[in-house]
């Protein structure tokens, strides 16, 4: 796949924009900033209503700052979130846990898997517990943005979609991701259909009543295109925008349609579908935003990031005016990317889970997270900082890992972020924190 670099687009492209200047310790360069055109709104979510602004407010802010735009903008960001399935059975209202698995035929039997491999885990457990030390993580650092990748559907529905593995979490348990204050979860994945259109249906009614931000799905193809957006006080906004792969192993029917529910689909990763994203990215911002694109693509074992989706991300990056891509469905985490000063999370890893027990992959450490807390500029969407807390997944909780495991992260996320000139440091607290080459590139927009 060729990167479009053609003058007519670039001219297009141009024509669209609007320059901010701004002062960098190398001197003076150009961030070159998507100018929004008046936004198409849709009357079936808060999510397109606070994202259509008028073209006057447009008008008014384009050539500087937006006006809350003063501070750099920390969000929470991680890989999979499965509360499904076995960690659904230990909740304080467990669903049906009927599967339909050649491995495995009752949830309960991933509860028993765990407790053989870490010992007793008590039930029911407080919503808050599956999160663990990760709580006093973010009581601490208080992000602005809390982005998760939900990866189960929130139903009651006994649909089974014709597939190897479902996952469903009883809706009653929905306070378990309300008790992080998750500000937002993508829906793009091969899970959120596993119950059919009726649990689609019932997810997207539960987290809308949770007052949870989605993106990714809908009722159709307009409301699974459209951003979420959260407003940060006296600094700017955040919008994420939510991309499945069939890569990934969702189902092409999955995709939504304008008379049919569904995940917001990518095609493929040609020129042509980074246009469109561009084209519905500039619909929607306003100077100062930061403009996430998260994406579930790619197979769950292996650290290789294939050339396509590193061409994609950069296309996304140059010619749709996104600001962070982050990437998730691989069981662990991959390499790291800063590209012309913008962040690409390549693959964040699972997050939660009911894995514990189940044998084979050892090697990749699939029951090791990351916490991932990226501050952008919301002047120039360039990232300032990423910061990254280690932990472990043992009975349906995470806790802080050891320095050993710690650096066993710290040691895979330097070798494959190499390639991508980025490198990684272990603080006293078993942080990690990324560094990256400022090449003259990464300085421009």
Known sequence: MKSPQNSGRINQQLERRQFIGYALAAGITIAVRRVCAQATTIDTGDNAAEAGRSSKDSEQYAGGRHPQATHAITMFLCGDVMTG?????????????????????????????????????????????????????????????????????VTRSDDVANKAVNYRMHPGNIPCITAANIDCCVLANNHVLDWGYSGLAETLKTLKDANIRIAGAGRGIR???????????????????SFGSETSGIPWSWAAA??????????????????????????????????VASIHWGGNWGYEVPRGQQEFAHQLIDEADVDIVHGHSSHHVKGIEVYKGKLILYGCGDFLNDYEGISGHEAYRGDLALMYFASADPATGGLVSLTMMPLQLRNFRLNHT????????RNVLRREGKKFGTSVEQNADNTLTLRWEASPSALKN
């Open 402 to 409: 050891s320095a050993t495991d710690a650096s066993w992260l």
């Open 258 to 291: 304008p008379d049919r529910p569904g995940v917001n689909m990518l095609p493929d990763f040609s020129a042509a579908t980074v246009r469109d994203i561009g084209d519905n990215i500039g619909k929607a911002r306003l100077p100062g935003d930061i403009v």
């Open 85 to 153: 399935r076995g960690i659904d059975q230990v909740l304080p209202h467990p669903g049906n846990p009927i599967l339909f698995e050649g491995y495995m035929k009752s949830a309960a039997g991933y509860v028993k898997l765990a407790e053989e491999a870490n010992g007793p885990i008590p039930r029911p457990v407080d919503f808050p517990y599956i999160w663990g030390d990760a709580l006093d993580e973010l009581d601490r650092r208080k992000p602005d943005v809390r982005i998760i990748n939900l990866e189960t559907a």
């Open 223 to 241: 409301e699974a295109q459209q951003p979420a957006v959260m407003t940060v006080p006296e600094k700017g906004r955040v919008l994420v925008f």
